[in-house]
């Protein structure tokens, strides 16, 4: 007989529970108070599910390689004062390189935006200068000038394909700068959004209109109209690729392509809504307006939380995957940490541009690096803690090689959401849908049967008489009209059948 082995914990129960707080959404519900015994029964199963996830994702955090890093300041210092020059002396030389400048003053200013897995970076100029390079390398990808104004940029599903709003049109180039389309239906196009997960090309302009354009099969999805003018700021929510739009009138309006009014609009600021920024778990929407504010609003009560207040307008918002919070004011540029939790008296880190107004904000993912664009260039500035430590090489994936980025092209193509699916809740799409048992005509009663009109004065004889007439004038009117359309076309001599190749060898009659 062989002996019996002990279970051996890898992780103590302990250090569990103190992680697992760090999960927890606040307590249940009293379940003793709760009489309907439905309702018992699925909040217990609930419950019991919450429980399992949380303890799973304290154990996962436990066995992660990888610790995030921050910026901490002895006693009498702040981190608000350390400079971006000091923290290059502290630093290793892998992270020193990762902050560089590039002086290009004669094409700004510039918009910037990194690639999904952190790697590359795109900068488009206002007077049409667009370029990709690897920023940790220093490799070229493609450098060419558009000749035209330049509004936006945005990454498409990889890093060999961009989307560009420009004066005119939206147009998409492939990684060697090649035009490939040119989107004559995205007309004075200024802002752009791409939805990863729907294909979804999202842009909005100068005409109002708010238009979806899925790059996997080259086709507009819907156009739909706000009635609000062109939108001051766009965003999307990661966490439900609801699009956010921000207007002239301070409102915030959210839009989904499977419904032509907003799903929600709420007044934000007393003056047009100049940025936006969602962060990835979908809970916290921070907005920037004229009024001189900074506002965070938690998206699942639709009220503000916290308010800061600014010495002038803030002009664009960053989310980083950590959760700092990076704002424009100007020439500087100001992160915040912890700012969705508590009101902060001071930001985190600050950075000043002199002589220069900045224009484009973005993190990079799984890095601890924050890139300004701006009208002298593009900055590139390190932030402790700004970047997840621990990737999941399955979703994003920063050292794929190129065998690794066509099969995840392939994944992402078959795992593609329907643009119908995009709603603010998205815990009911996998729920069953209750079927109502059909009871045959035979087994129903005679009161069943009866129908009964309680609108009063609806169903009088007045109204029936009319309904009718109607039904019997768009008869009429549907017939002229196919007859004056047959009319046309015989006296245009347009055939009736569509002409295809073969027809020249039809007999002709004299």
Not at 194 to 202: A, F
Not at 226 to 250: D, E, I, K, Y
Not at 267 to 288: E, I, N
Not at 290 to 312: C, F, G, I, N, P
Request: a positive charge; glycine letters at 8%.
């Amino acid at each position: 007989m062989g002996r019996k082995r002990k279970k051996t914990n890898i992780i103590d129960a302990t250090e569990i529970k103190k992680v697992s707080k760090t999960f927890a959404r606040g307590e249940g519900p009293d379940l003793k108070t709760i009489q309907d015994k439905k309702l018992k029964r699925e909040l217990i199963v609930k419950e019991k599910q919450n429980a399992q996830a949380i303890r799973s994702a304290a154990f996962n955090q436990l066995l992660l390689p990888e610790e995030r890093g921050c910026l901490e300041a002895d006693e009498g210092e702040r981190t608000l004062k350390f400079k971006q020059t000091e923290i290059v002396k502290h630093v290793d030389v892998g992270s020193a390189r990762k902050h560089f400048s590039l002086n290009l003053p004669h094409h700004g200013p510039y918009r910037c935006a990194y690639s999904r897995n952190g790697r590359k970076l795109l900068i488009g100029g206002a007077k049409g200068h667009v370029a990709t390079f690897d920023w940790q390398t220093g490799q070229l990808g493609c450098e060419f000038h558009a000749k035209e104004t330049i509004r936006d940029i945005a990454w498409l599903h990889n890093r060999d394909y961009i989307a560009v709003a420009q004066k005119k049109y939206a147009y998409i180039y492939d990684g060697q700068g090649t035009e490939l389309h040119r989107l004559k239906n995205h007309i004075n196009p200024v802002h752009l959004e791409y939805l990863p997960y729907h294909w979804l090309l999202v842009s909005t302009g100068a005409t109002g209109f708010l238009k979806y354009h899925d790059v996997s099969i080259g086709k507009l999805v819907v156009e739909l109209k706000t009635r609000l003018g062109q939108p001051h700021s766009m965003t999307h929510n990661p966490w439900n690729a609801v699009v956010h739009l921000g207007h002239s009138n301070g409102t915030v309006t959210m839009w989904s392509p499977s419904m032509k009014e907003p799903l929600v609009k709420m007044l934000c600021h007393h003056g047009p809504v100049t940025a936006l920024a969602v962060d990835r778990s979908g809970r916290h929407m921070v907005t920037c307006g004229l009024d001189k504010q900074m506002k965070v609003w938690d998206v699942r009560t639709y009220k503000e939380s916290l308010a800061y207040y600014s010495h002038r307008p803030g002009s664009n918002l960053a989310i980083s995957q950590t959760g700092l919070l990076a704002a424009t004011f100007g020439g500087q540029v100001q992160v915040w940490k912890d700012a969705f939790k508590t009101k902060q008296k001071a930001p985190y880190m600050t950075h000043l541009v002199e002589g220069a107004t900045i224009e484009g904000l973005d993190f990079a993912n799984f890095e601890d690096v924050l890139g300004l664009g701006h009208s002298k260039g593009f900055t590139s500035l390190l932030i402790p803690g700004a970047g997840e430590a621990n990737y999941d090489a399955l979703e994003l994936n920063p050292f794929e090689s190129k065998r690794q980025k066509q099969e995840s092209e392939v994944k992402m193509l078959l795992y593609k959401i329907q643009p119908e699916l995009i709603t603010l809740d998205q815990g009911h799409i996998h729920q069953m849908k209750e079927e109502v048992e059909e009871k045959p005509l035979d087994s129903l009663d005679h009161k069943e049967l009866i129908l009964k009109f309680k609108m009063k004065g609806k169903n009088s004889a007045k109204r029936r008489f009319h309904r009718r007439e109607k039904h019997i004038h768009d008869e009429k009117r549907q017939k002229v009209r196919a007859a004056l359309e047959k009319a046309k076309k015989e006296k245009e001599g347009i055939p009736e059948e569509p002409r295809t190749i073969l027809d020249r060898f039809k007999y002709k009659e004299a």
